[in-house]
């Protein structure tokens, strides 16, 4: 089934014992559970940067921690963010139920149309895959807020009130990092958001509902993100898996933390100092997941380039510049890929 008649898999999921053959992948391309990495040893793990004191004596220590962690991981952790954690149970509780609302409900947001600023949908790109992804998701536009919560759901009867809180809440910490990343490239403390024009803010709630065969599929293939930066809540089941050193690595939940990963656009204005790095969501036959990114990103008109301080006679220009909305269609169009979006901006 395809178009307006596929089903969302939340409501699939419960009436089978095995996958159909449209979330099937290719024998090449499935998980290969066997072959991943459990996080461990220091060596295996992404970093945890602690936040407590960035606006005081601790900030340059940890602008540097940042810095490494952009530059050698691409993904990391940050704890005493300042969010509390009422909100974020707030938020997570919101998600789980309207994902349990009743499929009449939950449908009266759907929508294919990705332009659309608030939308359910499933998989990731029902008109153009070959092979679906067992997920589906809520989109929300957030920023700024007053714009878009007039289109998001009213059911749950706090939706609107809790997931503002928690945007808010969201932009604010994403605020104070982009400072300091900006900081840890050696630019001014407000580059970054400067090239950002009117800056955007969205979010996801991604269900991966329990799966009968998680070997045989995705919650998300191998992708990396076009936006500038992803803030990541998750709930407390495994799912996340992070590329590093050519293997598979699975990121487990940490209770109090999110995490953070550079997008395309970071990577382009670091001029390849700071790398955007694959990631991926598996299902499992037991337990439903929820994880809620926040992805943000230059308004549409903005022109993305790498910084003029970071590029010399030793680091010519890797990137052309380019607008989000020139890059973002580009992006939509072929799908997530394991070959990122990046090559096409390249220089030479």
């Not at 996958?19 to 290719?26: E, G, K, L």
């Not at 998989?123 to 807020?145: A, I, T």
Request: proline letters at 8%; a neutral charge.
């Amino acid at each position: 089934m395809s178009g307006a008649m596929k089903p969302l898999v939340t409501d699939l999921a419960s009436k089978v014992t095995q996958v159909p053959s449209s979330y099937i992948r290719p024998a090449s391309d499935r998980p290969n559970l066997k072959e991943v990495v459990q996080e461990s040893a220091a060596s295996k793990s992404i970093p945890l940067v602690d936040l407590e004191g960035i606006d005081g004596p601790n900030r340059s220590f940890i602008i540097k921690e940042l810095g490494l962690a952009c530059q050698h991981h691409g993904f990391f952790r940050v704890k005493n963010h300042g969010i509390p954690q009422s909100l974020i149970d707030k938020v997570m509780n919101t998600a789980r139920e309207f994902f349990r609302l009743p499929e009449s409900e939950r449908l009266k947001n759907y929508a294919e149309d990705p332009f659309k600023t608030t939308r359910l949908s499933t998989s990731f790109n029902v008109q153009s895959e070959k092979v679906s992804n067992w997920r589906d998701f809520l989109r929300l536009h957030c920023y700024p807020l007053q714009d878009y919560v007039p289109q998001w759901p009213t059911n749950p009867p706090s939706f609107r009130e809790d997931v503002s809180e928690y945007c808010k809440s969201v932009r604010q910490l994403l605020l104070k990092l982009l400072e300091a990343v900006s900081e840890s490239l050696g630019l001014e403390r407000g580059y970054i958001s400067k090239q950002l024009g009117g800056h955007g803010q969205h979010m996801a709630m991604n269900y991966y509902p329990p799966c009968p065969q998680p070997d045989l599929t995705f919650g998300l293939p191998g992708h990396a993100d076009p936006n500038l930066f992803t803030l990541l809540l998750q709930d407390d089941v495994p799912g996340l898996q992070v590329l590093s050193h050519g293997k598979w690595l699975a990121v487990n939940p940490i209770p109090g933390t999110f995490i953070v990963n550079i997008g395309d656009q970071m990577q382009v204005i670091s001029n390849d100092r700071y790398k955007s790095v694959l990631h991926r969501a598996i299902v499992n036959s037991k337990k439903e997941r929820i994880s809620i990114p926040t992805f943000y990103c230059p308004s549409p008109e903005a022109v993305t380039a790498p910084a003029p301080e970071l590029i010399d006679e030793d680091h010519p220009a890797v990137y052309k510049s380019f607008t989000y909305q020139e890059y973002y269609a580009k992006f939509w169009k072929r799908g997530l890929a394991s070959e990122s979006c990046l090559d096409m901006f390249k220089l030479n």
